[in-house]
Nanobody, 126 residues
Framework: QVQLAESGGGVVQAGDSLRLSCSAS????????VGWFRQAPGKERIFVAT???????DYADPVKGRFTSSRDNAKNTVYLQMNSLKPEDTAVYYC????????????????????WGQGTQVTVSS
């Protein structure tokens, strides 16, 4: 079983950058696809980005061109670099993973993700 833990959240101003980290322990992290999701106050949790075992990427439209995900399997860590942050990016950010085939396609559906972190708060002030 893979355990995930997010870090790097905080309070920033609009236009600033943050880098979130998703650190894994247990299991075989390199065999996992990893996704990022976020939940704003009073709203449902939604997809943000996902990275496959081969580091193929998919992003939700609101973050395309601003957010970049990457992975370092040697460090059992996936990153989410967030640039040009906007107040509407304010949310709790979660990373999640599942064991995937090497040539698996990218998935946005929450139900595929079996392992979840506890979340990290990102607050962007205007």
């Amino acid at each position: 079983q893979v355990q995930l833990a997010e870090s790097g959240g905080g309070v920033v101003q609009a236009g600033d950058s943050l880098r979130l980290s998703c650190s894994a322990s247990g299991g075989s992290f390199s065999y996992c696809a990893v996704g990022w999701f976020r939940q704003a106050p009073g709203k449902e949790r939604i997809f943000v980005a996902t990275i496959s075992r081969r580091s193929n990427l998919d992003y939700a439209d609101p973050v395309k061109g601003r957010f970049t995900s990457s992975r370092d399997n040697a460090k059992n860590t996936v990153y989410l670099q967030m640039n040009s942050l906007k107040p509407e990016d304010t949310a709790v950010y979660y990373c999640a993973g599942y064991y995937a085939d090497y040539y698996d396609t990218l998935h946005r559906d929450e139900y595929r993700y079996r392992f979840w972190g506890q979340g990290t708060q990102v607050t962007v002030s205007s």
